[in-house]
């Protein structure tokens, strides 16, 4: 599995391979603590295949990253959505992703279920 993490964001690129999230979209997990994972690899097929950790760096909050026609939004489940409101390390985390592929300051992170935009990066 430690093949598939990416060590070097700056270098991360997202496959277009369908998979459980459809194409031009890649699963992410975060921990409370702000720990991100991402997915660069077709083998991974889902989000339960990224969760790594314990406690509060165990990366079992999830979300999705669409980057269709060049345009980067951050969809979060409702489980992350609701650690948004409970722990700013979770948004700090978030923000963390600025600069990873299309990912820029004033991307959306938007509600899965709503699809009401919750912030901008």
Request: hydrophobic share 35%; aromatic share 10%.
């Amino acid at each position: 599995m430690k093949l598939n993490w990416v060590q070097d964001f700056t270098q991360f690129t997202p496959s277009d391979a369908e998979r459980h999230w459809g194409k031009f979209q890649t699963g992410f997990n975060l921990s409370l603590s702000g720990r991100l994972n991402m997915v660069m690899s077709d083998s991974i097929q889902c989000h339960r295949d990224i969760i790594v950790g314990e406690g509060d760096d165990e990366t079992n909050l999830s979300g999705l990253y669409s980057y269709k026609d060049d345009k980067a939004e951050i969809y979060v489940y409702p489980f992350l959505e609701r650690a948004m409101k409970q722990d700013k390390r979770v948004i700090e985390g978030l923000r963390s992703m600025t600069g990873i592929h299309l990912i820029t300051k004033g991307t959306p992170v938007i509600s899965n279920c709503s699809r009401q935009v919750l912030l901008t990066l």
